[in-house]
């Protein structure tokens, strides 16, 4: 480009609206706009030569150094989030991250564009909880119809017994009001899925970390019931994902595929990498889904297990209702396939470049227990 005054495009980066930051390979700083000064203090002069770690968190350093280092070793861009707290206020920051090269196509260091996104965040946490509400309100009919079922029953048990002075008569529906008060147990139980805690601190870790956890978690269960684990999970790079969300999903789909094997059989998890997301496989050689009913199985309290679906149990059907909800809140989606004698497969897809919900971002990698499903 021709025709341009000495210095265009310097005052053009220094008058940008969002913070541009330049860094060597030592991540030190060679250039700072206007808009950095404005966000985090301090001028150009007094930035230049300080380190860009400086203005990230201790827990996000080692993610944002390893950021900056690909793309300086590898020439490829990336973005990841970052936070930047202050007294009495903190602020999210999506950063991206660009190689800088010379003319001769040697790569001398790394742009770091960085626009505040708080609001957005905050919009998007709002957004998070109206769906979520949405979906217990649509849940609350058929929760209140089952346990009134459930009730009902309890009730008619009652009755029937009371007039008898039979022991035995007496045992039965003692069995029976325990089998009733597990069913309303398992039905409350997943719709912890539906509404998690708001003031539960969200803990964040890689993709590869969580499906190396949930592997980790099935063995003991595929060992016991003779099933044979066959893994095959790509190094993705991705940036962090909620363990409270992911873990269940993973889990429950592994749960319903342990119950379809019953004993033996082969359960093969695979992650890949798409397009732009991460592509989640989960399928077993099990007794398969009927096609008649593929349509359903997302729907809440649809099964084909337990006593709502015509076997014994009391698998209430909440799983995969459960599932699609939060998928649908990390911003995935989830397809299934099945054929009957053949076995089920489960494919989600994730956004590797997603806007988490709001919450601190730590490295932390605790545990959670399992929230089995049921198809």
Not at 125 to 153: D, K, P, Q, T, Y
Not at 202 to 216: G, K, W
Not at 255 to 277: C, I, P, W, Y
Request: contains cysteine; glycine residues 12%; proline residues 4%.
């Amino acid at each position: 480009m021709t025709g341009l005054a000495d210095g265009y495009f310097e005052d053009l980066c220094r008058n940008l609206g969002f913070s541009l930051v330049a860094v060597d390979h030592a991540l030190r700083i060679r250039f700072w706009n206007d808009q950095a000064g404005s966000q985090f203090g301090g001028t150009a002069e007094e930035m230049s030569g300080r380190s860009f770690l400086d203005f990230v968190g201790e827990n996000q350093r080692a993610e944002v150094e390893r950021l900056l280092t690909l793309t300086m070793e590898q020439g490829t861009a990336g973005e990841t989030e970052v936070k930047y707290e202050e007294p009495g206020h903190r602020r999210t920051f999506v950063l991206i991250a660009s190689p800088i090269t010379d003319s001769a196509g040697e790569c001398v260091g790394a742009s770091a564009c960085m626009r505040d996104i708080s609001g957005r965040k905050r919009l998007s946490r709002e957004l998070a909880r109206s769906r979520r509400m949405a979906s217990l309100g649509a849940m609350a009919g058929g929760v209140a119809h089952n346990f009134n079922n459930i009730l009902g029953g309890m009730l008619t048990s009652i009755d029937y017994v009371l007039p008898s002075d039979s022991p035995r008569e007496l045992r039965r529906t003692l069995r029976l009001l325990a089998q009733a008060i597990g069913r309303a147990t398992r039905i409350t139980q997943q719709l912890e899925a539906f509404a998690e805690c708001e003031h539960e601190k969200i803990e964040m870790a890689e993709l590869n970390v969580l499906m190396d956890r949930f592997l980790e978690r099935i063995k003991p269960q595929a060992e016991e019931t003779g099933i044979r684990i066959a893994a095959d999970v790509a190094e993705v790079e991705s940036r962090p994902y909620e363990a409270q969300r992911l873990m269940p999903i993973l889990e429950s789909l592994a749960q319903n595929a342990f119950d379809a094997m019953s004993t033996e059989g082969t359960l093969t998890v695979r992650m890949e990498r798409g397009d732009d997301e991460a592509v989640i496989t989960i399928a077993d050689t099990g007794c398969g889904i009927p096609e008649d009913v593929l349509d359903r199985v997302f729907e809440p309290f649809f099964t084909t297990k337990g006593q709502l679906g015509g076997g014994e149990g009391d698998n209430p059907g909440l799983g995969l209702a459960a599932v699609h909800g939060l998928v649908a809140e990390l911003g995935g989606k989830i397809q299934l396939e099945s054929a009957v004698g053949v076995g089920t497969t489960v494919e989600v897809r994730l956004p590797l470049h997603r806007e988490p919900p709001g919450g601190a971002i730590s490295g932390e990698q605790g545990s959670r227990s399992s929230r089995p499903g049921g198809y």
